[in-house]
Nanobody, 122 residues
């Protein structure tokens, strides 16, 4: 029900835009979040958007470099990533939740995509 795309290999300083198509009933995606998991590390919150209001939240390390948005007609969420650095290398996941009390908590999301890998070379 969630499908990410747009990952790839880029150089430090480049930009990349990830997409996440969320299919299913509208209430499934009250909040859409982006998470990432680097090799050997735990999955961490990156950004989230409240679908109806468009309100956004970001992890401190990406604030100002990443931007999350959504296009309601196409049921697609986006993660625009700029000024990428090697520390951003990870598999990126989108997730959707109906009742999300803490957008930074994986446990609050009901549906997950399969992930798309992003590699940033120095």
């Amino acid at each position: 029900q969630l499908a990410e795309s747009g990952g790839g290999l880029v150089q430090a300083g480049d930009s990349l835009k990830l997409s996440c198509v969320v299919s299913g009933r509208p209430f499934m995606k009250n909040v859409v979040g982006w998470f990432r998991q680097a090799p050997g590390k735990e999955r961490e919150f990156v950004a989230a958007i409240y679908w109806v209001a468009g309100t956004t939240r970001y992890q401190d390390s990406v604030n100002g470099r990443f931007s999350v948005s959504r296009d309601s007609p196409s049921n697609t969420a986006y993660l625009q990533m700029s000024r990428l650095n090697p520390e951003d290398t990870a598999t990126y996941y989108c997730a959707a939740g109906r009742v999300v009390r803490n957008v930074m908590s994986e446990a609050d999301y009901d549906y997950w995509g399969q992930g798309t890998p992003v590699t940033v070379s120095s």
